[in-house]
């Protein structure tokens, strides 16, 4: 069991960064592969980038690439997403989730076992 809290979210103008942070309790953190997916509304939740647990792996969205980059400190038991060259379509709900299958990274939502409650990020044109 793994119990996540995503924080860093605000209202930034087009063109800034964010930096969100997932906290993690639970002792196994280091053996869950990381995601980050984000829902608009009326949209369906999305994938946006994913960490393997050791950190050398990592997969993104599209939409994410050459903007965000994911990372994780196990010391610290947190998975972060840096976020630059925002956009007004960036502008979602965020959520972090944990997969207990290290062995593949995956972008589906179901394939993910725990989840945060969402930090909610505002890009402004």
């Known amino acids: 069991q793994v119990q996540l809290v995503e924080s860093g979210g605000g209202l930034v103008q087009a063109g800034g960064s964010l930096r969100l942070s997932c906290a993690a309790s639970?002792?196994?953190?280091?053996?869950?592969?990381m995601g980050w997916f984000r829902q608009a509304p009326g949209k369906e939740r999305e994938f946006v980038s994913a960490?393997?647990?050791?950190?050398?792996?990592?997969a993104y969205a599209s939409s994410a690439r050459g903007r965000f980059t994911v990372s994780r400190d196990n010391a610290k038991s947190s998975v972060y997403l840096e976020m630059n060259s925002l956009k007004p379509e960036d502008t979602a709900v965020y959520y972090c989730?944990?997969?207990?299958?290290?062995?593949?990274?995956?972008?589906?939502?179901?394939?993910?076992?725990?989840w945060g409650q969402g930090t909610q990020v505002t890009v402004s044109s």
């Open positions: 989730a944990a997969s207990i299958n290290s062995g593949t990274i995956y972008t589906t939502p179901t394939k993910y076992n725990y």
């Open positions: 639970g002792r196994t953190f280091s053996s869950y592969n």
């Open positions: 960490i393997s647990w050791s950190g050398a792996g990592t």
